[in-house]
């Protein structure tokens, strides 16, 4: 059973777009994250959101979790070629077990 | 290099044989979980783990797999009678104890053990 639903799952844009990767879940979670994974790595940790609602940003990137803690996403403004790669989001629950999401495959063409 | 180290980065078994995936986590990191990944699929989890102590395992298969985190030394993740269906990447990840505020911000993956059986 897949938890966490992300989409798009393949997203190819121009340097210098907008986009938004969602991750969406029927369950809710006590707390969520979002990874960066390049090819041949493990995933890199971007941010955990914690509270319902909250919106957190990291430079051109934007995450924000659903008032209702089952849902996320993930704002890029102005991609980079450097955005390359998949990217991951987990929900962890109260016993702190992760459930991934299969990803999002970014490609930022220049 | 105060990351999770994962060792062999890339192993090749024959059917039939063992596999033992290894994982130093980071220091003072005293939880361990391993996932499983298939190519352009998302991590899929198997066991998390205390020092000496198995706390979740619900993802790893009933055969043939088993995992360890001793007292003393890294993770052991081990896959006895390999079949090509074991082929994935396997990445180990650690973490501070989870009630920590620092908890699920320490959490930091290895860069895994690419398992090929042939």
């Known amino acids: 059973t897949q938890l966490l639903e992300q989409s798009p799952q393949f997203l190819s844009i121009q340097e210098g777009e907008n986009l938004t990767v969602y991750c969406n879940s029927s369950?809710?979670?006590?707390?969520l994250q979002w990874y960066r994974q390049e090819p041949g790595e493990g995933p890199v940790l971007l941010v955990t959101v914690v509270t319902g609602g909250e919106v957190k940003k990291l430079k051109r990137l934007t995450f924000q979790f659903g008032d209702a803690r089952k849902d996320s996403s993930l704002h890029i403004t102005a991609a980079q070629t450097g955005d390359t790669g998949l990217y991951l989001c987990a929900g962890v629950n109260n016993f702190n077990k992760f459930y991934f999401g299969s990803g999002t495959k970014l490609n930022v063409k220049p | 290099n105060a990351g999770v180290m994962q060792n062999p980065r890339h192993l090749v078994r024959r059917r039939g044989q063992e596999a033992r995936l290894r994982c130093s986590p980071v220091?003072?990191?005293?939880?361990v979980y391993w996932y499983r990944q298939l190519p352009e699929e998302g991590l899929k989890f198997m066991v998390y783990l205390q020092k000496e102590n198995i706390i979740d395992e619900s993802g790893m298969p009933k055969e043939r797999f088993s995992a360890e985190f001793p007292k003393e030394g890294p993770s052991i993740l081990r896959i006895q009678q390999v079949v090509r269906g074991d082929s994935a990447a396997y990445f180990c990840?650690?973490?501070?104890?989870?009630?920590?505020?620092?908890?699920?911000?320490?959490?930091?993956f290895g860069s895994g053990t690419r398992l090929t059986v042939v």
């Open positions: 369950s809710v979670f006590s707390s």
């Open positions: 220091k003072g990191h005293s939880h």
């Open positions: 990840a650690s973490s501070p104890p989870p009630y920590r505020d620092d908890g699920l911000d320490g959490y930091t």
